[in-house]
């Protein structure tokens, strides 16, 4: 008996153990689900060297190029700068919005530029760091990266339009990150070996819109379905900002171009000459390789990089992963989406538009250190760095120094051309309606590709997009 | 000692234990107080995890998630905007790019609602029946039909989607057996017209495992002597199925309706990696549809998904309800 009730005693003893442990786990559990609190950001806090600084990035091929950057200015600083990179952008946007909500920022965010950072900024991720990228910093970079990423007043009123992207609590003129990768969607790829093959000219790339179509046909009618152009139309907005925006610009001149999409348009979706662009558009349905709506950016850059595309749409930014997909350099033909004849341009003119922006977040201890990194990016030595590293476009005017890059960089430098009418800044989407790049935008990039699909006729495109657009802007009353 | 005397030292002494009694009795009732609570603290102790978890997890969001319909927000901004009934209304009419691609997008799911729970029963009752039938290899079988479950999601997708490339396997196989005809020029998911029927397909391959399980359970709890009887009265196998069989697996197959309804308006792992919705929005459905709202670059408004999300839930569960009660009724008759 005695012996059972010290059975039972400790019984009772293990089981509250248990309890308490179990009680014990569940608030070690909260504790380590709690906020890290001042925590946030990487680093001791005080101002100097040996600093640990982190960066966040969504671009992989970006990775090598900044490195290269930390590792300079670590040299001559003592301090260290990791940069961490998470793709897709979808699951890199989610990862920025988990650590602003729990204070794990790292010291420096990257960001898209002229839209994202923006929202970053508003949400309280960014800080404000106007007094410090001051004129002599903003001088060393491309004057239209510099114009594109200060806030301005009218984008801020634009914005209030939608409640979950308003910038009313942001100032005009301000900026909340540095450009650091510029360029521009609106390239065309070329395999020269495949060209040469189906007998097709590759000492110079097409003059014209129609040049290219008939240098595609002539590729699809020789090497079948290889001979086919690519691009990742299984996220619409390729098509339509890569191609079709640069096309009808060329075509449609900017004012019809911008009125087009405006509120009382008099060159309307379905006017005409709209029609006439959206046929343009359409004569390269038979021409895309085949499946190529289920294709995503990378898969379509992979079918050009691996044989099974002779022709490639993207940006300046497809190179790096041409390159690091195995491509050979030599052999890559790239041009800007050549003007139509008959079109108000004769010449394919693109803004360097600023892609790719860095803040310093709002949490960081070293703030005077990621400035100073922000700094030496954008400086030549920094920005040659990068561009080298990354095979890229870096947001400082480089001038000749990138003539010793390869080629393919070069002639895309070339195709970039200072703000003006003829030039399209692709990123500029401030006639649409929903302030900017909205619902609008992905919407019209959908009804697109029911043209590539044969789901429709560049006439019934051209109508739903007029109703698409004039119940958007009545909305918008 | 007297009688007086005697008398009161009985008394005293009968007094004396009830004396004791008494004040031991409130000493017990503390000790049995005590040892309640302790008893208590360790059954809260043990429960308390499960509590806190369920109320995070499983209270919090769900009213955060309800909250969350009746605002606007992108996830990052500090504060909520309050919009009322407003997010419901954009869903299903007063946006105009919105509510048509929402439209299209509750037919893409009617298909799927309709076409999963068909195939799967059709399919895996079938397959239970001749595994239930057999002595030999039964459970190596089992074991085979049930790999498609057991196999991680994003794998199989991206299996899938090869195979249904334009130079895929399927492709490939309907050429070499002569059926040119069916093959796809832009695989099975670059057409509108195919990449539909194509995911569901998919769907179909990986549900079909549970629905033979399921049901293999159900026929392992049917009498044997039923099978008899309907034997000796000279009923052929299709008549067991359709007359003994089918009505007795009724509970089961109401059960597996409802997994599969779930299926078709909560899955949008697989239309994301398979085909982003498109082409042209043909494989768009609900569940893809409020990840797009919650998660799409730019133009994330997760009030909005939550706003859709208590819709599918909605229906979802009405139709769970409407289920159940026809398959019930249908027992009982």
Partial sequence: ????????????????????????????????????????????????????????????????????????????????????????????????????????????????????????????????????????????????????????????????????????????????????????????????????????????????????????????????????????????????????????????????????????????????????????????????????????????????????????????????????????????????????????????????????????????????????????????????????????????????????????????????????????????????????????????????????????TPQQVGDELTETYAKAWAAQK | MGSAEVDASAEAGARRPQGRRALARPRRRRAARRYGLKQSLTAYGFLAPAVVLFAIFGVYTVAYGFMLSFNRWNGLSPEWTWVGLQNFKDLFSADPVLAPRVRGAVGKTAIVMVALPVLVVGISLPIAVMLNSIARLRATLRTLYFLPYVTAGVGVYYAWRFMYEPAGAVNSLLRSVGLDSLAQADGFLGSTSTALPATIAVLVWMTVPLGILLFLTGLQTIDESLFEAARVEGASQWTIVRRVVWPLLAPITALLIVICLREALQNFQLFLLMTNGGPVDSTNVLGLQVYRLAFDRGNNNLGLASALGWTLFALALALSLLNLRIMRDRTRS
């Fill in chain 1, 1 to 456: 008996m005695v012996g059972t009730k010290h059975g039972h005693g400790r019984l009772r003893a293990r089981m509250r153990a248990a309890a308490l442990l179990s009680a014990g786990a569940l608030i070690a559990f909260g504790a380590g689900c709690g906020s890290s609190g001042d925590d946030g950001g990487s680093g001791s806090g005080d101002a100097g060297s040996g600093k640990n600084l982190t960066m966040w990035t969504f671009k992989q091929s970006n990775v090598p190029g900044l490195e290269a950057a930390a590792e300079a200015w670590g040299r001559s600083t003592g301090n260290t700068l990791r940069i961490q990179v998470y793709t897709p952008d979808d699951a890199y946007a989610t990862k920025v919005r988990a650590a602003a909500n729990t204070r794990d920022l790292p010291d420096i965010v990257s960001a898209h530029s002229a839209s994202e950072e923006w929202q970053f900024a508003a949400a309280g991720v960014l800080d404000d760091i106007s007094g410090e990228f001051d004129r002599a910093w903003q001088d060393e970079l491309y004057p239209s990266a510099v114009a594109a990423t200060s806030l301005t007043e009218e984008r801020i009123k634009a914005s209030a339009a939608n409640s979950s992207t308003s910038l009313e609590g942001l100032e005009p003129g301000h900026f909340y990150a540095v450009p650091y990768l510029s360029g521009s969607a609106g390239f065309v790829f070329a395999r020269k070996s495949a060209l040469r093959r189906a007998g097709v000219d590759v000492s110079k790339p097409p003059a014209t819109y129609q040049e290219m179509i008939a240098a595609i046909e002539r590729t699809r009618a020789r090497l079948g379905d290889s001979g086919g152009i690519a691009t990742g139309l299984k996220i619409p907005p390729t098509g339509y900002y890569w191609f079709f925006r640069p096309l009808s610009f060329d075509y449609l001149g900017r004012a019809d171009f911008l009125n087009r999409q405006g509120k009382n348009p008099s060159v309307a979706w379905n006017s005409p000459k709209s029609i006439e662009t959206l046929e343009l558009y359409d004569r390269l349905t038979p021409l895309w390789v085949p499946g190529v709506l289920a294709l995503g950016i990378d898969e379509a850059d992979q079918k050009f990089a691996d044989g099974s595309a002779t022709w490639d749409v993207g940006g300046t930014y497809t190179l790096s992963f041409l390159l690091d997909q195995g491509m050979d350099l030599d052999d890559v033909m790239v041009f800007p989406v050549p003007p139509p004849e008959g079109g108000a341009y004769d010449k394919t003119k693109l803004a360097p538009a600023p892609l790719v922006s860095a803040g310093v977040a709002s949490t960081s201890k070293n703030r005077a250190e990621a400035i100073d990194f922000l700094r030496f990016l954008s400086s030549r030595e920094g920005a040659r760095l990068f561009g080298e590293g990354a095979n890229d476009i870096p947001a400082t005017d480089l001038g000749d120094e990138t003539a010793s890059w390869n080629p393919a960089l070069r002639e895309m430098f070339a195709a970039l051309s200072p703000p003006g009418d003829d030039v399209l800044d692709v990123n500029d989407f401030s006639a649409d309606p929903g302030a900017g790049a909205g619902p609008v935008t992905p919407g019209t990039a959908d009804t697109l590709n029911k043209l590539v699909a044969g789901k429709a």
